[in-house]
Structure formats: structure tokens, C-alpha cells
């Protein structure tokens, strides 16, 4: 079994503003299993403190003749086991209901709306942080496409992202999260 192993700096790691208006760095990481046969694909959240994801699928969609092996979340992230390939299907999917202020992506600055993904799922996204508590972010989309020589992902509210400024609650009060400082298609930061 092996996995690809990613090693980061301290600069990457998030820096919280304020309660009502909090930054995290999501660390978005793509990593090829050969075991079975089937890609192993994570997602992180990363913070100064602890973080926890918790995400409910509804449903997925799979380019056709890939194989989907499930989805898992522990702790700081979301594991699809999936295989890649693109398709434009997957793509309609994902974009289907969303405004391009919806939606955003990893190290791609070219597009608004993905063309082509090999995969993508749609739940519900809350994100526990250790020093604030829980932010209630509802239905949240996340499908992986290509981009280039790397594989990337996009990430979708339908409520709004406009600015990558996500609409969330905190313990029952409305707050905003931030997505910001990509430096390639391993990193996100979100206030």
C-alpha cells in the first residue's frame, strides 16, 4: 500500500480573525492508492486548533465506468474512494442549480464553471473549530476535476459564495466563512 505523502509549512496554516468572521485552510490533497485498484482521494480542513468535519451525503455521481468505492469522514477529512476520469456529465451535475458565484476551485483561474469532473458529491457540510465551536454551513458540493498536470477540486454552496464568502451559522448566529490564499491545487483557506 502506499500513499502519497505531502509535507507543510507554517505558513499554511490558518490564522483565525474573528469569531463572527473566521479564516481556516483547507488543504486539499490528492493521493493514489494502488491497492485494489481504486484512488484514495482526501480532502483536509487544517486550523490552529482542532478541527472537525462532519459531512452527510445525499448523492454522487461518477464519470460511467469508473468506480466509486464510497466516502468516509474522520476528523479533519473527507475520503472518496473513487477512480478519475473526466466527463462532462459529472460536470452538469455538480453546476446543476448553482450560479458561477456559487462555486469556486482549486489553482484553476481560467474557468467559472467546471467543464469536465471525475466525480462529485452533495451533502450537508458543518465544520467544529476547537476555539469556536460549530459552523453550520448546509448543503455544500464537492467534485474533483483535472487542471493542467494536477488534479483539483471545486467546492460549491448553494446559498452563495460570492467572493468565496460563504453564509454560515455559529452556535446559532450568522457568520461568514472565507476561502482565500491558493498557492497550487493542494491549498484553501477559508474565513
Not at 115 to 129: E, H, K, T
Request: negative net charge.
Amino acid at each position: 500500500r502506499h500513499k502519497t505523502h505531502y509535507n507543510f509549512t507554517r505558513a499554511q496554516t490558518l490564522r483565525i480573525m474573528v469569531p463572527s468572521f473566521c479564516t481556516l485552510l483547507f488543504v486539499v490533497l490528492s493521493a493514489v492508492i494502488v491497492n485494489g485498484g481504486v484512488d484514495e482521494n482526501y480532502f483536509y480542513l487544517k486550523s490552529n486548533g482542532s478541527v472537525t468535519i462532519y459531512f452527510s451525503m445525499a448523492s454522487h455521481d461518477i464519470t460511467s465506468g469508473e468506480t466509486w468505492d464510497g466516502l468516509t469522514v474522520s476528523g479533519d477529512h473527507i475520503l472518496i474512494k473513487a477512480n478519475r476520469k473526466n466527463s462532462g456529465q459529472v460536470a452538469a451535475y455538480f453546476v446543476n442549480g448553482l450560479n458561477p458565484a456559487d462555486m469556486f476551485t482549486t489553482n484553476d483561474i481560467v474557468d467559472v464553471e467546471p467543464q469536465d469532473l471525475n466525480f462529485a458529491v452533495i451533502g450537508n457540510l458543518s465544520i467544529r473549530l476547537e476555539a469556536y465551536g460549530l459552523y453550520d454551513c448546509g448543503s455544500f458540493r464537492l467534485a474533483q476535476g483535472h487542471y493542467t498536470a494536477h488534479n483539483n477540486w471545486w467546492l460549491a454552496f448553494p446559498s452563495g459564495a460570492t467572493n468565496k464568502v460563504v453564509a454560515c451559522t455559529n452556535n446559532g448566529t450568522k457568520a461568514k466563512l472565507q476561502f482565500h490564499g491558493v498557492q497550487d491545487d493542494t491549498e484553501y483557506v477559508l474565513p
